[in-house]
Nanobody, 119 residues
Framework: QVQLVESGGGLVQAGGSLRLSCAAS????????MGWFRQCPGKEREFVAS????????YYADSVKGRFTISRDNAKNTVYLQMNSLKPEDTAVYYC????????????WGQGTQVTVSS
């Protein structure tokens, strides 16, 4: 089992920045990929970014490329999402997710943190 706890959400004006953190605990030696997803009211959860735990390869949704940066600190078992040039359409609940070597699919999820971008 892997437990995930997010922090860092809040209210920011358009054009501003926020940094989300996600701390993993439990069977962290089995981590394969960690990622961020978001969900707006009435919409399905969508992929934002992911990072390989071993080699740091990153992937981004087209909507956030060039504005968001995902990074990791293996020693702290923490993944970050630096969000710059925020837009009102980035408003959502952001979820941290983790996959393990065993399944290689996102099976562990955090509780979510609200990000609100005002225009």
């Amino acid at each position: 089992q892997v437990q995930l706890v997010e922090s860092g959400g809040g209210l920011v004006q358009a054009g501003g920045s926020l940094r989300l953190s996600c701390a993993a605990s439990g069977r962290t030696f089995s981590l394969y990929t960690m990622g961020w997803f978001r969900q707006c009211p009435g919409k399905e959860r969508e992929f934002v970014a992911s990072i390989s735990w071993s080699d740091g390869n990153t992937y981004y949704a087209d909507s956030v490329k060039g504005r968001f940066t995902i990074s990791r600190d293996n020693a702290k078992n923490t993944v970050y999402l630096q969000m710059n040039s925020l837009k009102p359409e980035d408003t959502a609940v952001y979820y941290c997710a983790a996959s393990t070597i065993a399944t290689r699919r996102f099976e562990y999820w955090g509780q979510g943190t609200q990000v609100t971008v005002s225009s």
